[in-house]
Each structure stands twice: as structure tokens, then as C-alpha cells.
Nanobody, 118 residues
Framework: QMQLVESGGGLVQAGGSLRLSCEAS????????MAWYRQTPGNQREQVAR???????GYADSVKGRFTISRDNFKKMLYLQMNNLKTEDTAVYYC????????????WGQGTPVTVSS
């Protein structure tokens, strides 16, 4: 069964940067859409950024201009570069594959926590 494994989360001060990585155990070429979601306690997971196989991207309004999603099909990797982090970006971030423009697919990683301190 294909697996997604996130890494790169951690503790960072507001204004800092982190780069999240998601490594797939199998080829990601099969997935038109891949995305990053995040979740805080008591809330549903929200889509942060998405990328199509053609490289088209979309972002939540709250992260536009600060986050950049990218994918490397050859390396089977998905990335999320997060700059100018804010305390409200604190969440567990999840990699997702196989979803649609607005809905997640069934394949999730285990999540990587990001904590932004003031």
C-alpha cells in the first residue's frame, strides 16, 4: 500500500521559515492533484495549497504570498515552503494525494506539527 511520509515540521519564531517535505513510497505521477492540508485541535482539516500534475497551484487566502507548493515527480516528493510564518499557522500539516480541486483524496500522511511562537 502506498504511503506518504511528511517531515520538516518544528518550532519556529514568527517571521521565520520552514520547508515541509512529503515523500511517497510509489510514483506520484498517477495523481493529478496533490495538496497540503492543516488541522488545529477541534477544527476540520483545511486545504492550504494544492498542485496539479501540470504544475498549476492554488492557495488558501491566508497563506497566499507566503507559502509555495511544489512537486518533484521523479523524486516522488511534495514540498511546502513556508515563509513569514505567523502564530496562526500553528497546526499539524498533512500531505494528501488523489483529491480534487477542493476535496482531499483518501491517501494521507501521518502529519508533521508546526508551531510558530510569537
Amino acid at each position: 500500500q502506498m504511503q506518504l511520509v511528511e517531515s520538516g515540521g518544528g518550532l519556529v519564531q514568527a517571521g521565520g521559515s520552514l520547508r515541509l517535505s512529503c515523500e511517497a513510497s510509489e510514483s506520484i505521477r498517477q495523481f493529478n492533484n496533490m495538496a497540503w492540508y492543516r488541522q488545529t485541535p477541534g477544527n476540520q482539516r483545511e486545504q492550504v495549497a494544492r498542485i496539479s500534475s501540470g504544475g498549476y497551484t492554488g492557495y488558501a487566502d491566508s497563506v497566499k504570498g507566503r507559502f509555495t507548493i511544489s512537486r518533484d515527480n521523479f523524486k516522488k516528493m511534495l514540498y511546502l515552503q513556508m515563509n513569514n510564518l505567523k502564530t496562526e499557522d500553528t497546526a499539524v500539516y498533512y500531505c494528501n494525494a488523489g483529491g480534487t480541486y477542493t476535496s482531499p483524496g483518501r491517501l494521507w500522511g501521518q502529519g508533521t506539527p508546526v508551531t510558530v511562537s510569537s
